[in-house]
Nanobody
């Protein structure tokens, strides 16, 4: 049974940093794609970043490229999202997810954790 649980959200001033964590179980990291999504108030859920568990290749949304870093620790069954230089547009509920293939549409992803809220103030 695939299970994911995100944590680490909170309130931070613009320019600050947060590190989100996701405890994962029930699947082999090396055979799945892991990712982070977010949903801001009044907006659709969007992809933030994902990583191929097999070779470690990553992709980022243009809005977070250079500021966010996705990583994982398979030995600890953990997925991370390091977020630096946060700004107002990063305010959202963040979700960790996994799937057997990469899709840009969140509806195509099969497994989701609960959201963790990030609030950035100016």
């Amino acid at each position: 049974e695939v299970q994911l649980q995100a944590s680490g959200g909170g309130s931070v001033q613009a320019g600050g940093s947060l590190r989100l964590s996701c405890v994962a179980s029930g699947f082999n990291f090396e055979q799945y794609i892991i990712g982070w999504f977010r949903q801001a108030p009044g907006k659709e859920r969007e992809g933030v970043s994902c990583m191929d568990g097999y070779d470690g290749r990553t992709v980022y949304a243009d809005s977070v490229e250079g500021r966010f870093t996705i990583s994982s620790d398979s030995a600890k069954n953990m997925i991370y999202l390091q977020m630096n230089s946060l700004n107002d547009e990063d305010t959202a509920v963040y979700y960790c997810a996994t799937n057997d293939a990469v899709y840009s549409d969140p509806l195509m992803w099969d497994y989701w954790g609960q959201g963790t809220k990030v609030t950035v103030s100016s």
